[in-house]
């Protein structure tokens, strides 16, 4: 279990962070939305606990992109890094990506949703993790 407050920040360091509370968990995406923002196969993240993360530094350097059917993504404006997302029907639920934590979160990814679009060119790994076709949430 690492110390608390988790912290972290983007590449220019504009935007901080810290989370209050362990993490509930981390997970893959292979939705093809996020393999553009990442330019990667998957992203990675992390659920806090809702209402334990908030801004530290650099609020007015995030910038978002609201696809109007998901989650927002949030940004640096300056160095381009991808942060966090947010949930538009709940703002204190949000997922952060894993590298932008300072050190080790406590948390390994425990799962990998939206399966069904992963990218050709790099093959799931065989490395036990559930996999689902779409959300790992049922219904969402």
């Not at 504009?14 to 393999?35: N, S």
């Not at 947010?86 to 934590?101: C, K, Q, T």
Request: charged fraction near 20%; aromatic fraction near 8%.
């Amino acid at each position: 279990m690492p110390d608390l407050p988790l912290t972290g920040g983007c590449n220019c360091g504009g935007v901080r962070f810290e989370i209050d509370a362990p993490l509930t968990g981390a997970g893959y995406c292979h939705c093809t939305r996020c393999q553009r923002r990442t330019g990667t196969a998957a992203s990675v993240q992390a659920w806090p606990e809702p209402g334990s993360f908030r801004i530290v530094e650099g609020e007015g350097l995030l910038a978002a992109w609201e696809p109007g059917d998901g989650w927002a993504k949030l940004f640096c404006s300056r160095c381009g890094s991808s942060v966090m997302s947010r949930n538009p029907a709940d703002p204190d639920e949000v997922s952060v990506r894993l590298g932008v934590f300072d050190g080790d979160p406590g948390v390994r990814p425990q799962s990998r949703q939206f399966v069904a679009y992963a990218a050709p060119w790099d093959p799931l790994p065989d490395d036990g993790l559930p996999r689902f076709p779409e959300s790992r949430h049922a219904g969402a």
